[in-house]
């Protein structure tokens, strides 16, 4: 055999071998792009609610598109409804923000605001009332400006308590326009303007309410059931918590109330079937940890006494 063919041998010897230690971290890379774009679908799909959640969990004939630019979103004219009298409730609670706040995914409609009330009547003898502005889709723009509505602005001035989720959709779409290349630099960029959001949103709810305690929702990671590799949006959920419980703790009749551990650490599956939203016993767990974080701070008790 010839010195050349010699070389050729272990040339493509070499060569196999790397070919062979190569596979697995580009099967790796390819099994991982597929989650990735499994998880922007997924994403891009539950902006809006399909025909199996509309059903079991809103007025399905309520839903209407609102075509404001700015905020992207979905709007069930159903949720700004008053659930109960407010005027002759104990308790008056009102509720801001997103599909955490709405209940999407609660076969009952109640979601964690309806059960907390029902919860609180029972433990407490005293009447809640509901006023429920959250919308599914809805990011801190469109929030800010529903605030100046006059119905919104009557009921946050007489709420004894205002329960807000926000935030969600704000990381979602950083997430859903970089999600083939997740870095932290994207969402710093966006951090500093969602801070100047809220802090605006905060504001604004003192400004018609300076006294009503006000309950945040804090984030859990939507796609931790069906994407537990991509451990990127992972964290950056728990960071976004922490941006919102460090802008909205700056007032000091505000509580963060955490969810994070709840969806991450419980065994039982909490999720509904878009694998997206709680399900029932999310919203019950949910309600119980607000409930925990009420009496915590004495907040239902002061309210009595007032």
């Known amino acids: 055999m010839s010195k050349k063919n010699i070389w050729l041998i272990v040339f493509l010897a070499f060569a196999g071998v790397i070919l062979l230690s190569i596979k697995p971290i580009m099967d790796h890379r390819s099994q991982r792009l597929n989650e990735l774009k499994q998880a922007a679908s997924m994403m891009v799909v539950n902006e809006v609610p399909n025909e199996t959640v509309i059903s079991s969990i809103a007025e399905k004939n309520d839903i209407k598109e609102d075509l404001d630019e700015n905020a992207e979103e979905k709007v069930d004219e159903g949720s700004k409804k008053e659930n109960t009298s407010t005027e002759e409730a104990d308790i008056k609670m009102v509720g801001l923000g997103d599909s955490l706040t709405k209940g999407s995914g609660d076969s009952t409609?109640?979601?964690?605001?309806?059960?907390?009330?029902?919860?609180?009547?029972?433990?407490?003898?005293?009447?809640?009332?509901?006023?429920?502005?959250?919308?599914?889709?809805?990011?801190?723009?469109?929030?800010?400006?529903?605030?100046?509505?006059?119905?919104?602005?009557?009921?946050?001035?007489?709420?004894?308590?205002?329960?807000?989720?926000?935030?969600?959709?704000?990381?979602?779409?950083?997430?859903?326009?970089?999600?083939?290349?997740?870095?932290?630099?994207?969402?710093?960029r966006e951090q500093s303007d969602y801070v100047d959001r809220l802090d605006k949103i905060m504001k604004r709810i003192r400004s018609l309410n300076s006294d009503a305690p006000i309950i945040f929702i804090g984030l859990y990671n939507p796609l931790l059931e069906s994407f537990q590799s991509i451990t990127e949006i992972d964290q950056i959920v728990q960071r976004w918590n922490g941006i919102n419980q460090s802008t909205v703790e700056k007032d000091e009749n505000t509580t963060f109330v955490p969810v994070y551990e709840l969806f991450n650490s419980v065994d039982e599956n909490l999720f509904f079937e878009d694998q997206f939203h709680p399900n029932d016993d999310g919203y019950e767990l949910m309600a119980r940890q607000i409930q925990y974080h009420l009496n915590q701070d004495d907040i239902i008790d002061d309210i009595q006494v007032e």
């Open 109 to 188: 409609g109640k979601g964690y605001i309806g059960r907390l009330s029902t919860n609180i009547e029972q433990d407490t003898g005293s009447s809640v009332s509901v006023q429920n502005y959250a919308v599914h889709g809805r990011r801190t723009p469109k929030l800010y400006k529903i605030l100046f509505e006059d119905d919104v602005e009557k009921s946050v001035s007489e709420a004894d308590v205002i329960l807000m989720s926000i935030g969600g959709n704000d990381l979602m779409k950083v997430v859903k326009e970089h999600f083939l290349d997740l870095q932290m630099a994207d969402f710093q």
